[in-house]
């Protein structure tokens, strides 16, 4: 049973900065891909970073290039998104999600479709 749990949302004022956490129980964290995706108030989830099988290669959406940062902790099977110079527009419930184990160890997936497992969500709030 694979069980992902985000932290760290909450309310802050714009410029500030937060810390998402994604812990994932279960086996095999170090040979999952995995991702940040979010959802707007009155909009469809969309993607917002990942990372690949080995630590290393990521990718953001442009919305959050140069300003989110997306890694991971093998040893704590935990994944973070740290997040700076926060926007109202970043107002969002934000999901980790986790691929099943693979061995295409470069491969960074955009696509929500691309996960097998979700966490439930972590409110985040920029005020302006």
């Known amino acids: 049973q694979v069980q992902l749990v985000e932290s760290g949302g909450g309310l802050v004022q714009a410029g500030g900065s937060l810390r998402l956490s994604c812990v994932v129980s279960?086996?095999?964290?170090?040979?999952?891909?995995m991702g940040w995706f979010r959802q707007p108030p009155g909009k469809e989830r969309e993607f917002v970073a990942a990372?690949?099988?080995?630590?290393?290669?990521?990718d953001y959406s442009d919305s959050v290039k140069g300003r989110f940062t997306i890694s991971r902790d093998n040893g704590k099977n935990t994944m973070y998104l740290q997040m700076n110079t926060l926007e109202p527009a970043d107002t969002a419930v934000y999901y980790c999600?986790?691929?099943?184990?693979?061995?295409?160890?470069?491969?960074?997936?955009?696509?929500?479709?691309?996960?097998?497992?979700w966490g439930q969500g972590t409110q985040v709030t920029v005020s302006s």
């Open positions: 999600a986790a691929k099943s184990p693979g061995f295409l160890t470069d491969i960074i997936y955009r696509r929500a479709t691309d996960y097998n497992y």
């Open positions: 279960g086996r095999a964290f170090n040979s999952r891909a």
């Open positions: 990372l690949s099988v080995r630590e290393g290669p990521t």
